[in-house]
C-alpha cells in the first residue's frame, strides 16, 4: 500500500480534559494561559497534547449527556483501530431516545435506547464494537460511499475488533436498522483477512468491475513441495491469476527488484501475476480490462501447476454488478 499500514495501535495517548482545581487541570490562573486550551464546558486540555484522532474524540466526548456514548468512527478509533481518523467528520455520541443535547460543533447526535451497549475505552463510555462498526457504516452508506462502507468493515476485522459472524449477527438482531438492506449488502462484499484499505478496493474492483471467479485473500502460496514461497494480496485458484497491490513502499529501486523477483517466481510456479498501483487505482476501468486480459491469458497459457494452496484462506463473496454499484 502507500505506506506501511498497522491495522491496530500500540497504546493510547490521550489528554483528558480537565476543570479548573482538578487533579490534573488547570488552576483559575493558568486555565485562559498559553499553556491550556478550552474545549467547551468548563474543561481545558494541556495545549502540548497529541494531535491525534483518538485527542479530538476525547475532547469532544464531554459534551455527552448522562447515558450518551461515543459510537462511529471515534469509538472504533479508541478501540484502537488505526484505519479510522475521521478526517472532516463529526464524532457521533448516541444518547437517549427522550434526550434533546444542545448542537455542539465537531459533535453529531444519534437517536437510540442502548440496551447495555456500552463499555469504557480510556475513561469514555463507547457503544458496542459490533454496533459501533454498523453506525461507521451506515454513515459512509448516508454519504453514499458505499464500497468505503465494506472496507471500513475489513478493516476492523483486520484491528481484531469484530468478526464478521458477529458482525452478521448484530444486523439480524436488531430490529429496527437504517438502510438494513444496503448493510447487508455491505455485509455480503466484507471479507476476512484483507491485510490493507487498498488491498480491500482492489478487491471489490476485480468482484464489482469484472465478471472473474471472486478470489481467495492472502493465501499461502506453497511450493509442489510444501515450502511456503508467496502470499498473494489476490489470487484465483483455478486460473492461477495474481493481484498485488503496489504502493509508494514499493516505489524504491531495492523493492522493485524483489518484486520483479516475485514476479518471476509466479510464472515459474504456473501463475499470472498483476500489480496495481495507486495511480492505477483512479482508472478502474482500466484495471478491470488488466485484470480480465491477465485471466484470459493464465487459461489459455497452459503452465504446469507447481503450486498449492497452504493454510486456510477467505474467499472473497460473490456479488455482480447488477446488484451493487
Known sequence: MDQPFTPRLDQLDVRLPCGIGDVDGPTRG?????????????????????????????????????HGAVTGWGALRLRGATYFTGSGRPVDVTVPAHANPRSRPGVRWLRRDLDGEL???????????????LDHVSSELRAGRRREAVVAVDMAMAAQLCSLAGVIAHVRSRRRLPRREQVERVMTLAAAGSASPPESRL????????????????????????????VPDLLEPVSGLVAE????????ARRRSRDAEKDDLYRELGLEPVRVTAPDMTRPLDVADRLSRAYARAHEASRPRRWQLGRPFTRAPVMGRESWA
Open 30 to 66: 493558568a486555565a485562559y494561559g498559553p499553556r491550556w486550551t478550552p474545549t467547551g464546558g468548563g474543561l481545558f486540555v494541556p495545549t502540548d497534547r497529541p494531535d491525534t484522532p483518538e485527542q479530538r474524540v476525547v475532547e469532544r466526548a464531554p459534551a455527552m449527556p448522562p
Open 119 to 133: 463499555h469504557q475505552v480510556a475513561g469514555l463510555a463507547v457503544v458496542d464494537a459490533s454496533m459501533t462498526l
Open 203 to 230: 478487491r471489490l474492483l476485480w468482484v464489482l468491475d469484472t465478471a472473474l471467479p471472486p478470489p481467495l485473500v492472502n493465501v499461502w502460496i506453497l511450493d509442489a513441495d510444501g515450502r511456503h514461497v508467496a
Open 245 to 252: 497491490y503496489d504502493g509508494l513502499v514499493h516505489a524504491g
